[in-house]
């Protein structure tokens, strides 16, 4: 099984239920995709920074009891946890407000670069846009200097592109830093709605040729109901949903989405079975409140 580590952010989530109050819970982008890859059979260590918050303890605590590796945690007790609030509406599309400007994890690279020493020995780093977003100029050099010698080494870099506006001070900055990273990616885990928020409305073509073209093996373009493409070895696949639903909360939707394929891809599975596994993970989690879902609830199907 291959090791994998996951580098983000992990928050303090309000999330509104049916009868108009908000639930507490703990999400990010890549620690949703870090708890669905152990859920599904794979196995992720987090690299981020907490406080020593009573938040940040019971982070690390529902961590721990998903089996996510929490070895590499680090703690900076000037900080806090970020926060983030996620609103649906009727069709269950979310939408979201941060507060994250003095998060703990913006310090990772800058207060911890032994971090790298770790990281060189994974063989898949996975990572996202909002990822991207938490750092400096200076820590971005770091890391996309890290990420060039660690892909000579062997090592495969997953990126989901997860791109949110606000997040970035300015647009043209976000899409420099964009093209850096599309440079450094091996495995392209794309939302084509972020691809069209980026760079306006385009087809599936053009967006696989945006990402092969800079020198991606490997795409795999999230597009909602309408399936998935998959451009891998100069070869294009399409995988359309077994049934189109009516989701209650997309929240997590490419998140789960990404931590069944890459768990999939971890045990060496096809092509076709890690996307059934991806399809079917996400498809499971949307009909749930929340980024992540009861711990009871049956990501897989069984194998026939």
Not at 47 to 53: A, H, Q, R
Request: include cysteine; hydrophobic fraction near 35%.
């Amino acid at each position: 099984m291959l090791k994998v580590a996951v580098i983000g952010e992990c928050m303090v989530e309000l999330s509104k239920q049916a009868n108009g109050q908000y639930k507490m819970g703990f999400g990010g982008d890549t620690l949703n995709t870090a708890i669905y890859l152990t859920r599904c059979g794979g196995h992720a260590d987090y690299f981020t920074v907490l406080s020593d918050d009573i938040y940040s303890q019971q982070m690390l605590s529902q961590w721990q009891q998903e089996g996510v590796g929490t070895e590499q945690v680090k703690i900076n007790d000037n900080k806090l946890p970020g926060l983030y609030v996620i609103n649906n509406d009727e069709h269950g599309e979310r939408y979201f407000n941060y507060w994250r400007e003095n998060s703990a994890a913006r310090t990772l690279l800058s207060d911890y670069p032994e971090v790298l020493d770790s990281l060189i020995h994974y063989d898949v780093i996975f990572l996202s846009g909002i990822t991207l977003s938490l750092y400096s100029n200076e820590d971005l050099v770091t890391l996309f200097a890290f990420l060039n010698q660690y892909r000579k080494a062997g090592g495969i870099v997953a990126f989901d592109n997860n791109y949110r506006p606000n997040n970035w001070p300015d647009f043209s900055h976000s899409v420099s830093i964009f093209n850096k990273m599309r440079s450094l990616t091996d495995i392209g885990l794309i939302s084509f709605d972020d691809e069209c928020l980026m760079y306006g409305e385009h087809s599936i073509d053009d967006c696989i040729q945006r990402w092969s073209q800079a020198g991606v093996n490997e795409v795999v373009v999230k597009n909602g109901h309408n399936g998935c493409h998959v451009y891998i070895d100069n070869q294009r696949y399409f995988y359309p949903l077994d049934a189109v639903l009516s989701p209650i909360d997309t929240t997590a939707a490419g998140d789960s989405f990404n931590g069944a394929y890459l768990a999939a891809k971890s045990k060496n599975k096809s092509l076709s079975q890690s996307i059934v596994d991806a399809q079917s993970c996400a498809s499971t989690v949307i009909m749930y409140k929340g980024a992540v879902i009861d711990k009871s609830i049956s990501l897989l199907k069984e194998a026939i």
